[in-house]
């Protein structure tokens, strides 16, 4: 009897206890499973919806440009945190979008034909039909885009080609973008509304080229946030400093370029100020950000700061090189994080 007992007991254990211990585990090793799962799916996704890009330039002191970096050479910082890069490569074929800002306002009125002919001959050089895009906006008071983004040459060609100086309007007759006033202006609204409503969703880099004295009288919004809609827009302004010449009752005047202005929009977006003395220099000046733009860098990296609050980062980039070079690094300062919901 024990022995019949004995092999009940082990029949049971065998058909019944073992079974039941074996299901009891399977959803835990699947859970298991579906949580790793879940937190390498995480893990990519963060690091593909949270990374940061940022295009920058390297010169040396004789302003050429250092085309052999390495990820190695970069130090980045946000907020004064070291950061990890998550990719850093040489781009030279980028699609590149322009909106061409030019002051028609009355100190600029003498000096609009070199400008209309530089602006055309570095567009013509540089636009890709196949790639590339530009548009040419005006502001005095009021702030119209005469042409919207295009790849077409012969339309920007004929669109800078139409623009006149005028008592009360020079624009081809479009609609403003901004107020409708011609007395004025308005270069912190043009910088504004361009970055805002014209080259916030455009693919590539996104590029403001200003020909202005950098004077602004007429604006609705001042230029801290005309530089802040540009750092959200990730735009790089240009600016080309023109010195104002104008006619009053029959006078000639002339009018100093604000470079301090000029100098902290490009500093603080990425770009570069020119203040060239003559119209060759015209010229010189466009050569120069087309080379900008060419001969750039992309970096990106995932920040640790991932507080969804909308708030401000600063971003330094230093470069560590052991030939002792002193270089200039051409960058945004910073981007605006994520707001959450």
Known sequence: ???????????????????????????QDKKTQANKQEE????VLKVSTDLVTVPLSVTDKKNRYIT????????????G????VFSFTKETDLPLTFALLIDISGSQELTLPAQREAALKFLEKVIRNDKDL???????KDVEMLQSLTSNVDQIRRTLNGIKFTGST??????PIGGSDFAGTSLYDAVYVTSDELLAKEAGRRVIILLTDGRDTTSAYGIKQAIDRSLRSEV???????EGRGQYGGNVFNQDVDKKTLQNMCEETGGRFFLPKNENEYFQAFRQIEDDLRQQYILSYSPSNDAQDGGFRNITIKINRKDGKELKVLSRRGYYAKKGA
Do not use: C, N
Not at 2 to 19: C, D, G, N, Y
Not at 81 to 84: D, F, P, T, V
Not at 170 to 175: A, D, H, W
Not at 236 to 242: D, E, F, K, N, S
């Open 1 to 27: 009897m024990q022995s019949k007992k004995f092999w009940w007991t082990v029949i049971l254990i065998v058909f019944f206890v073992i079974p039941l211990h074996l299901i009891a585990q399977v959803p």
């Open 40 to 43: 390498q799916e995480d893990g």
């Open 68 to 79: 052999d970096l390495k990820v190695e050479d970069i130090t980045l910082m946000e907020d």
């Open 81 to 84: 945190k070291a950061q990890e």
């Open 134 to 140: 530009a548009a040419v906006i005006t502001f005095r």
């Open 170 to 175: 020079s624009s081809l007759g479009s609609p």
């Open 236 to 242: 790089l302004v240009y600016a080309i400093g023109i």
